[in-house]
């Protein structure tokens, strides 16, 4: 997935990019509207996040400006302001969700989910490794002829995993990566997930191997 | 609502007390006038009679023998009948001697040259009128002054004047119920536009500022232009002050979404447990502060609409599947399904923000609550009347503290380690409060907890 983060602060747009990149996402980062602009001219994005106070304007106005473009890409309006007036006056504007400040990066990403299946079609999520088809957008598992709808957080899991093929993943951050921090979650709930996507990748050509005293680890035969 | 406002008479009562006193004493004057007008007409109608019986009866005397010879016509006194048949007095006098006629009739003193004089006076413990004219006789040995007079009681004339004195009475009062119904016409059509002034004033939504702009009388014009300089002021400090809290809002929360932003990604890197946990409870303390921050907003935001709420005809339904799809991707995270049971449309009136917020807070605690991989039921029914069930499949509200629970900062005893300000429940409650219905919060008796949100 390709995004366009349209935030002034640094420090934040730096913490966002590192994670949607950890996820396997590339990220532009504009910090003013005119940067936006020319970004969203001449990019193709699949998801634009938004802040709505910027140094040359209101976020608002980008987002009048996109949508009386009749410019399809679905906006995400990242704010501050919490109060339910705000939130629909963001809706009624055309912004297709929006998470308030400061947000968990879970929610952030189920939001984007959420839009991006909403507006299905429009980007290419498909990955294929063998006779095993991923779609993280639909949240689609297909293996030879048959496919699984997967819950939300295989369909994480199995994502971190397909992102860093070979790569060793401790429960601890499998955790971390996958849960929200409100939740009280055991290690023990990956060992679950983990044999439930064993099951799923049966007949196929990726199989998830267990390194004892270090983590879990993709493998393609 | 007219608490503070310190009253003093009404501008309807006075304008109406002014207007009817008025035509009272018009009224009133009205009666007088034409009663000594018509009093006036009437006795010089009698004078006139009286003066020419007077006249008639002069007319007849004349010196016969060196005497004096009064041989007047019988219409004299006949013309002086009345429907009352009032008394006549007569009394002739030849220098100051009286002739014939009455002894001790009041005496007038009668102008020289044939023209009556006359007065009113008591003669016999009535009052009369009288009228006498003098004139010199003179013969061939003779001459004399010739007095006559002629009085008349007045029961006629005062039948007359009564008659009249009733009719203008009536006339007056007449006038006078036509001039109260008046004075309450025009009172009402004086202060017809004040009230609708009001009337569109007071229908406003919380949020509605604008000048007025409907027509109004010159008079109101100083009022209007100063009520609309007054919303101007307003609209532009409440602007400033949301502007002040919005800023401060971003001031704040962006630094706290870096800050969290941060500890996440430094978490993925951290291995020590006593590190990471030392991350997680900041994260953890970041959520609560800003839920906390965004459940106080909330609560005085919805605090002040309750009192003018901005009531529309909405459809329950929409509503709530609209808030369905908004909360997706929380339930997502959680792996519980949202479940949403409803008929085609339930026609409500309300206010849609307050709605959204409340029944927002009671299914986002169903999802906080609500065991992984659970389902969330929301039923939207009308019978008994137009309500939201939200179910979950969690651990139901400790039985013993439910009726406590919708209490400001109140949560359960089973709340440890959910992250939550204790104002969601205080939220629905108040907004059910102003809309007429209520909260019912509950356990399922296949356990879970259960809201019920009734119009």
């Not at chain 1, 997935?1 to 949607?20: G, S, T, V, W």
């Not at chain 2, 009001?198 to 014009?221: C, I």
């Not at chain 2, 932003?261 to 991350?279: C, F, G, I, K, P």
Request: aromatic residues 6%.
């Amino acid at each position: 997935m390709k995004f366009l983060l349209i935030e002034d602060n640094y420090d934040l747009a730096q913490a966002i990019c590192a994670r949607m990149q950890l996820d396997g996402h590339v990220i532009d980062h504009a910090g003013t509207i005119a940067d936006a602009i020319a970004f969203s001219d001449s990019g193709e994005y699949d998801l634009i996040l938004l802040d709505v106070m910027l140094p040359d304007g209101d976020g608002r106005d980008f987002l009048r400006r996109h949508r009386a473009g009749k410019l399809t890409t679905p906006i995400i309006v990242l704010t501050a302001r919490s109060q339910v007036s705000d939130r629909i006056s963001l809706l009624d504007l055309g912004a297709d969700d929006y998470v308030t400040k400061p947000f968990d990066h879970a929610e952030l990403e189920a939001r984007c989910r959420a839009v991006l299946r909403r507006n299905a079609g429009t980007a290419q999520t498909v990955t294929r490794v063998g006779n095993v088809a991923f779609d993280p957008v639909a949240g689609v598992l297909t293996v030879g002829e048959t496919a699984v709808s997967l819950r939300n957080k295989e369909l994480r899991l199995l994502e971190v995993l397909f992102n860093a093929p070979g790569q060793i993943f401790p429960k601890q951050k499998l955790v971390d990566r996958l849960f929200s921090y409100d939740d009280d979650v055991s290690e023990n709930a990956i060992e679950v997930y983990i044999g439930r996507l064993r099951k799923h990748l049966e007949g196929s050509q990726l199989q998830i191997s267990t390194h004892r005293g270090l983590g879990y680890r993709l493998d393609h035969d | 609502m007219t608490e503070g406002v310190r009253v003093s008479g009404s501008l309807r009562n006075r304008l109406a007390t002014t207007l009817i006193g008025g035509a009272a004493v018009l009224a009133i004057l009205l009666f007088f006038v034409v009663r000594s007008y018509a009093a006036q007409i009437a006795q010089q109608g009698q004078d006139s009679i009286l003066g020419a019986s007077v006249t008639s009866i002069l007319d007849a005397a004349s010196v016969r023998d060196g005497r004096v010879e009064v041989d007047f016509p019988y219409a004299s006194f006949s013309m002086l009948g009345t429907e009352s048949d009032d008394r006549i007095f007569y009394a002739i006098y030849q220098d100051d001697k009286l002739l014939s006629g009455y002894e001790g009739m009041p005496a007038i003193d009668p102008k020289v040259g044939g023209e009556s004089s006359y007065r009113t006076a008591e003669f016999q413990d009535t009052p009369v009128r009288l009228a006498a004219a003098s004139r010199m006789l003179v013969g061939a040995d003779l001459r004399a002054q010739l007095t006559v007079s002629v009085a008349q009681t007045q029961d006629s004339l005062s039948g007359t004047l009564n008659r009249i004195s009733r009719n203008v009475a009536m006339f007056g009062a007449g006038f006078f119920l036509l001039v109260v119904l008046l004075a309450f016409w025009a009172t009402s059509a004086a202060i017809g536009p004040l009230a609708r002034l009001t009337t569109s004033v007071a229908r406003r939504g919380p949020q509605d500022l604008r000048p007025v702009t409907s027509p109004v009388p010159s008079e109101m014009v100083p009022l209007v232009t100063s009520l609309n300089n007054l919303m101007a002021r307003l609209d532009q400090s409440l602007g400033r002050s949301e502007d002040f809290i919005a800023e401060a809002a971003h001031r704040v929360r962006t630094p706290l979404a870096t800050v969290r932003s941060h500890a996440e990604a430094t978490l993925q890197r951290v291995d020590r447990e006593e590190n990471r946990q030392a991350m997680r409870s900041m994260i953890r303390a970041i959520d609560e502060s800003s839920r906390a921050a965004g459940q106080l907003l909330d609560h005085a935001m919805i605090t002040f609409r309750a009192d003018h709420l901005d009531r529309q005809d909405l459809d329950l339904v929409d509503l709530v599947q609209d808030l369905a799809v908004r909360l997706g991707p929380i339930a997502d995270m959680r792996d519980v399904d949202l479940q949403v049971d409803a008929p085609v449309a339930v026609p409500i009136t309300g206010d849609a923000i307050l709605l959204q917020n409340a029944i927002r807070n009671i299914v986002d605690n169903a999802l906080k609550y609500a065991p992984r991989e659970s389902v969330v039921h929301i039923a939207v029914t009308t019978f008994p009347s137009p309500r939201v069930t939200v179910r979950d499949e969690g651990p139901g509200f400790p039985v013993g503290e439910i009726s406590g629970l919708s209490g400001r900062f109140t949560r359960g005893s089973n709340a440890d380690g959910i992250i939550g300000s204790g104002l969601g429940l205080t939220i629905a409650q108040d907004v059910a409060a102003a809309h007429g219905g209520a909260l019912t919060l509950g356990n399922h008796p296949k356990g879970g907890a259960c809201v019920i949100f009734s119009f």
